[in-house]
């Protein structure tokens, strides 16, 4: 975990792996997932992470669309949105950017004023926590109103930026074709959007070829960790995203993996798949994710490896329970094997086995990665 008592997002957990403190360098994700999508920053601009969604009145139905809406049409309401959306409240631009499935980013730029990214959620299921975004055990289904947590102008306009918004994008989508033929066809309309982890500012992080000497690549799917692995300078690996096909998609990864490491002494790979059945609270397709990533990604990959040069780590950055359909505090396991490193007694992975393993359990997931670049260079964990 990064902190007992923390359900971490993605970015936060993510910068923790790759040792950075999220507790000391918190960003925003909204800064990582413009970052991750291409869009460009400067101080001052607002950046926030967003969701298609599913409303009734302003009663949240489905956080996701019901992970129904294709990245096709999510681009094609983000692009009316962007087109028709005018924000009066205060003079201001505005870019709104479909990434993946239903997800999106939006970032708002202040004509001749900059703004704050102190600022609640309207998404009920993350909740500030100073400079961290967290997931809330029982979240409320009503949309929140963005509300300014100091009493600076830049944040109090930041809020009412973000609240109209959310009501001017919400008339854009319920008038669209694209809903109309989703509830014509009995799929759950993407008629609103919900907003959260504001950033206002790039982050400035030592890069991990000058902390760690090792020239560092990444494959990842989605925004938010391109955006961390290019503000920690790793070259990112442009893939198609994952299809109808997810066997042949690990496969390619294993492949990318492979040739990236001809060229770098560390490569960072992300896959998603057994997270999304997590939120959804679905064991069996849980189950069925982790034994594909198993035999699709890890057994190529490591049939291809000398690991006697090679140090591989597997884990997961955050726990996502079925039982509770979000993120949890939990500690989740590691795995390290290769360059020398002996093995210990563990013969599964899981919490618990993996908990008594020689490891042992790290406090804080920032102390992750100087372990493994100390098992690069000397061949054993210490």
């Known amino acids: 975990p990064i902190q007992r ?18 507790l000391a360098c918190s960003v925003g ?4 997932e413009a970052v991750g999508a291409g869009l460009e920053l400067r101080d001052g601009d607002l950046a926030l992470r967003c969701n298609f969604a599913t409303a009734s009145g302003w009663e949240v139905v ?39 499935g239903h997800r999106a980013v939006l970032v708002l730029r202040g004509r001749g004023f900059k703004l704050s990214a102190n600022i609640s959620n309207t998404d009920p299921a993350y909740t500030r926590l100073g400079g961290l975004s967290v997931a809330e055990a029982s979240p409320s289904r009503a949309v929140r109103w963005s509300e300014p947590l100091d ?16 009501v001017r994008s919400r008339e854009v989508l319920e ?60 070259e990112v690996e442009e893939l198609p995203p994952p299809g109808g096909d997810p066997r042949a998609s690990y496969e390619l990864r294993a492949r990318r993996a492979l040739s990236l490491l001809e060229a770098h002494e560390a ?65 989740v396991p590691v795995a390290v094997c290769g360059g020398g490193v002996e093995a210990d007694e563990v013969r599964s992975f899981s919490e618990r086995a993996c908990a008594k393993g020689r490891l042992g359990l790290l406090e804080r997931g920032v102390e992750l990665m100087p372990f ?9 964990l210490s």
Do not use: Q, W
């Open 5 to 22: 008592g923390v359900a971490p997002e993605s970015d936060a957990a993510v910068m923790s792996i790759l040792g950075y403190d999220p």
């Open 29 to 32: 994700r909204g800064v990582l």
């Open 62 to 100: 489905d956080r996701r669309v019901g992970r129904s809406l294709t990245t096709e049409e999510a681009v094609e309401l983000a692009e009316a949105v962007e087109r028709s959306v005018k924000l009066t409240s205060h003079p201001c631009d505005l870019e709104f950017k479909a990434t993946v």
């Open 151 to 166: 009493g600076s102008l830049e944040a109090r306009r930041a809020a009412e930026l973000v609240n109209e918004f959310t």
């Open 175 to 234: 008038a669209h074709p694209i809903n109309a033929r989703r509830e014509a066809e009995g799929k759950p309309k993407a008629n609103a959007i919900l907003c959260r982890d504001a950033g206002d500012r790039l982050p400035k992080l030592e890069p991990l070829e000058r902390r760690f000497g090792l020239r560092f690549a990444c494959l990842a799917d989605m925004p938010v960790e391109k955006g961390i692995a290019k503000l920690a300078g790793m």
């Open 267 to 331: 490569v960072y790979v992300h896959l998603k798949g057994p997270d999304e059945p997590g939120h959804d609270g679905d064991v069996e397709r849980k189950v069925e994710a982790i034994e594909l990533v198993d035999r699709a990604f890890f057994k190529p990959l490591l049939d291809s490896l000398d690991v006697a040069e090679v140090v591989v780590c597997v884990t997961s950055d955050h726990a996502t329970p079925c039982s509770l359909r979000a993120h949890s505090d939990d500690p």
């Open 372 to 380: 493994l670049v100390r098992a690069l260079r000397s061949g054993h």
